[in-house]
């Protein structure tokens, strides 16, 4: 009785923990060369200080310019681009330096995104290199090749979402802002939503899918400023979020509040949960929060204590 009771304790442990670990938040902090984890539940920071992009630079000699805008889980690791340094920085689920990868192939480079085996990197490029999404290997680390709906002087892409099955991307090119559609393959298949450039949206930054509802939003940085939010359809319902506060990241928590970021904090309408940085993407992680981890650490000991 007593080995069932503690199993079934153990159980409950690791399925709450699951819970809470798809709920943890990165959030970048391009002003402090950091990335924190931040509670899903509702926004709360956890670690502020949890990567320290700028002592990774340091390890492998590199004394440029640091912009890092986006932290992604792939294969296992951390992965953060860098606009300035042109390079994605690898860590490990602890935040520990792994190495850097592709230094000198690209360049300015933004928010991205992985499905299956291929990295997809929101590029701005310069002459030698292409302005548009560049594809990684993941096994290889490797580039595979590029994609754009356009001409170099179409496009300025800033992010890369998996949605619905394709690839939505943000297009900030003065005059043709709009999120454009993509098959993962990299067949242009027409645009979600196009901004009629004076009352829409205007330099959407990071798209993410809000979960409660399946619709989508954009941080929309300049004016009219805000998280924009549209039907699967493309139906667009205007401003759910941070009105005139230049959004640049965007996320829905649990209790249903939209976190979003800007050059000041990471905040909510109902107030700011960190300020002194300069904000950028959000993305969920499985790093477990704190009271997952303490749930974990007594469903082990229960364990144990009854296996002796």
């Known amino acids: 009785m007593f080995r069932t009771l503690s199993l079934t304790l153990a159980i409950s442990a690791m399925s709450w923990a699951g819970t809470a ?49 986006e932290a992604l889980e792939v294969n296992g690791e951390i992965w953060v681009t860098d606009q300035v340094a042109d390079r994605i920085w690898r860590f490990d689920t602890s935040g520990n330096f792994v190495a850097d990868l592709l230094p000198g192939q690209i360049d300015n480079v933004r928010g991205f995104e992985v499905v299956g085996d291929t990295v997809y990197i929101a590029q701005g490029g310069n002459a030698d290199q292409v302005e548009g999404i560049v594809t990684l290997d993941v096994p290889s680390l490797s580039l595979t090749g590029s994609f754009a709906s356009g001409a170099a002087g179409d496009i300025s892409y800033y992010d890369v979402e998996f949605y619905n099955g394709e ?26 939503a196009t901004s009629d450039g004076t009352t829409s949206f205007d330099f959407l930054q990071q798209l993410a899918p809000r979960t409660s509802n399946g619709n989508l939003l954009g941080g929309g940085f300049s004016v009219p400023a805000g998280v924009y939010e549209f039907q699967p359809d493309g139906t667009p319902l205007g401003i759910v979020a941070g009105l005139d506060g230049g959004p640049r ?15 000041s904090a990471v905040q909510t309408d109902g107030g700011i949960t960190q300020g002194s940085g300069q904000y950028r993407y959000i993305t969920p992680t499985l790093i477990p929060e704190p009271a997952a981890i303490s749930l974990l650490a007594i469903g082990g000991l229960f364990l144990r204590r009854r296996n002796r």
């Open 21 to 69: 670990q798809a709920g943890s938040l990165l959030v970048v902090d391009s002003g402090n060369d950091k990335v924190g984890l931040y509670s899903g539940a509702d926004g709360t920071p956890i670690d502020t200080d949890f990567i320290d992009i700028a002592a990774a630079a340091t390890a492998v000699g590199y004394t440029g310019g640091l912009t890092p805008i």
């Open 167 to 192: 690839l939505f991307v943000s297009n900030i090119d003065s005059g043709n802002d709009a999120i454009e559609r993509f098959s993962i393959a990299g067949a242009f298949l027409g645009n979600f």
């Open 249 to 263: 990241g965007i996320h829905e928590l649990d209790n249903g509040e939209i976190l979003w970021t800007n050059g």
